[in-house]
């Protein structure tokens, strides 16, 4: 169904069986859909990238020295489960590129923090 004045998007979530983290996840992954324009939910692959990627965004991360999965959850407020996967990431990324911000995330870090010192 497409969406209009009179049909806006929703989101419904369960609140009574998951964590605070689990159900912020669950929205933003709905939201993935949405911005993916995804209107059979065929893209969860997509949608789980944002996700993870709009609670933990790796560049930031680094930026901020914040690397372990438990300095990760107590910044992003995300499950430990997902901060160890966002901690995995962190650590291939240094791997393969190591600490180098691409010019696209420091022109996103500056949107989203202006104070963030980007060498």
């Known amino acids: 169904m497409k969406e209009s ?20 996840l669950s929205i933003f992954h709905e939201i993935g859909h949405y911005i993916c324009e995804d209107e059979d939910d065929s893209k969860d692959d997509l949608a789980d ?14 930026l ?12 992003c407020g995300v499950s430990f489960e ?3 996967n966002a901690s995995a990431n962190i650590a291939s990324r240094k791997k393969k590129f190591g600490f180098k911000l691409f010019s696209h995330e420091e022109e996103f ?7 963030a010192s980007v060498a």
């Open 49 to 62: 990238y944002f996700a993870r990627h709009f609670m933990c965004p790796t560049a930031y991360l680094m």
């Open 5 to 24: 004045k009179e049909n806006p998007p929703t989101i419904y979530y369960n609140d009574m069986f998951e964590s605070e983290g689990a159900i912020r």
């Open 82 to 84: 997902a901060a160890r």
């Open 64 to 75: 901020k020295g914040i690397e372990s999965p438990n300095e990760i959850v107590a910044f």
């Open 109 to 115: 870090i500056k949107k989203i923090d202006p104070i």
